[in-house]
Nanobody, 128 residues
Framework: EVQLVESGGGLVQAGGSLRLSCAAS????????IGWFRQAPGKERDGVSC????????YYADSVKGRFTISSDNAKNMVYLQMNSLKPEDTAVYYC?????????????????????WGEGTLVTVSS
């Protein structure tokens, strides 16, 4: 059974840090494009960061550049999102997702399209 499970969310004060984890089962992250998304209350689900399977390049939304870092551990079949200097506007449900590589380039703008697998999300709340 294919499954993605996020963990590591919680309540943190502005300026603090959290590390989100995503565990995969039923498939191998190393074979896929990987993305982290978030959905704030009343807003659409947006791409936050992604890793291209082709060369391991990483990409970030402008709103999180310099604060968030995406990474993966192939031996553990895990992906991570290290979040530092958190702001109240980072409050959202965070989702990990995976996409079998396609000819269409993986970018922040297009990463929402064609994702094959999604987790159910983990809530991050940043207090001011």
């Amino acid at each position: 059974e294919v499954q993605l499970v996020e963990s590591g969310g919680g309540l943190v004060q502005a300026g603090g840090s959290l590390r989100l984890s995503c565990a995969a089962s039923g498939f191998t992250f190393d074979d896929y494009d990987i993305g982290w998304f978030r959905q704030a209350p009343g807003k659409e689900r947006d791409g936050v960061s992604c890793i291209s399977n082709s060369d391991g390049s990483t990409y970030y939304a402008d709103s999180v550049k310099g604060r968030f870092t995406i990474s993966s551990d192939n031996a553990k079949n895990m992906v991570y999102l290290q979040m530092n200097s958190l702001k109240p506007e980072d409050t959202a449900v965070y989702y990990c997702a995976a996409r079998w590589p396609q000819f269409t380039p993986l970018t922040i703008a297009t990463m929402r399209d064609g994702m094959d697998y999604w987790g159910e999300g983990t809530l991050v709340t940043v207090s001011s």
